[in-house]
């Protein structure tokens, strides 16, 4: 019923820029926090930046002053990266909380299906 579908990742050289996108669909009666999260294989996920439904970011310590987390709509966030590092590498998840029309009293935790991003000469 709901969905979250990312896009914009691929192979970047170290200093370059990309920019992820996150379109939430469905039966949605509301979105809380939303959010980037990031893992590697044989590693936990781990949170990249995060924005509150008032569109208040909050951001890794490992990514402040490099990426941007900005959310264009209720259902709609971006995730701007510039001076990439090869350690960004990872699979990148898009993440909300979200209540929906069945329940509208209790958001739950949506992940998307994730989107490559590789930092690499």
């Known amino acids: 019923q709901v969905q979250l579908v990312e ?3 691929g192979l970047v050289q170290p200093g370059g820029s990309l ?6 669909s469905g ?3 509301r979105i809380r926090t ?6 590697i294989p044989g590693k936990r996920r781990e949170v990249v930046a ?3 439904e ?9 990514v402040k002053g490099r990426f ?9 966030i971006f995730l701007q990266m510039v001076s990439l590092k090869p350690e960004d590498t990872a699979v990148y998840y898009c993440n909300a909380e979200i209540a929906t029309m069945t329940d509208m009293f209790t958001a739950y935790p949506y992940w998307g299906q994730g989107t490559q991003v590789t930092v690499s000469s």
Not at 19 to 24: D, F, N, T, Y
Not at 34 to 39: A, L, T
Not at 68 to 76: G, P, Q, V
């Open 54 to 62: 008032g569109g208040k970011p909050n951001y890794a310590d490992s």
């Open 19 to 24: 920019r992820l996108s996150c379109a939430a």
């Open 34 to 39: 939303m959010g980037w999260y990031r893992q």
């Open 50 to 52: 995060t924005i509150t």
């Open 68 to 76: 941007t987390i900005s959310r264009a709509t209720a259902k709609n």
């Open 7 to 9: 896009s914009g990742g």
């Open 27 to 29: 039966s949605i009666f």
